[in-house]
């Protein structure tokens, strides 16, 4: 009987070894799952920070032509209507 109680602790122990070392596999498995889910989350941030940077300095560039357009539209209609008052009215 010593012999089949044997066999069957080495069974069990083979089988607890073959379980434990699938564990780790796992737990390992997961680990590096999670270290790239959150990498990919670190760099989808930065391109979002990065996108966001480049829309507000874009919408500040545009705001500076309007001005800049809207100075120009005001210098040309008070050019021409400072030339309106030169010009001599004929009657």
């Given at each position: 009987?010593?012999?089949?109680?044997?066999?069957?602790?080495?069974?069990?122990?083979?089988?607890?070894?073959?379980?434990?070392?699938?564990?780790?596999?796992?737990?390992?498995?997961?680990?590096?799952?999670?270290?790239?889910?959150?990498?990919?989350?670190?760099?989808?941030?930065?391109?979002?920070?990065?996108?966001?940077?480049?829309?507000?300095?874009?919408?500040?560039?545009?705001?500076?032509?309007?001005?800049?357009?809207?100075?120009?539209?005001?210098?040309?209609a008070a050019r021409k209507q400072a030339s309106r008052k030169k010009q001599p009215t004929t009657g």
């Open positions: 009987m010593s012999s089949s109680n044997d066999k069957s602790d080495s069974a069990r122990k083979r089988a607890q070894n073959h379980f434990a070392a699938s564990e780790q596999r796992d737990t390992l498995v997961r680990k590096e799952i999670e270290k790239e889910r959150a990498a990919s989350i670190a760099k989808i941030e930065k391109l979002r920070s990065l996108r966001l940077a480049k829309e507000a300095a874009d919408e500040v560039e545009a705001e500076k032509l309007a001005a800049e357009k809207k100075a120009e539209n005001s210098a040309k």
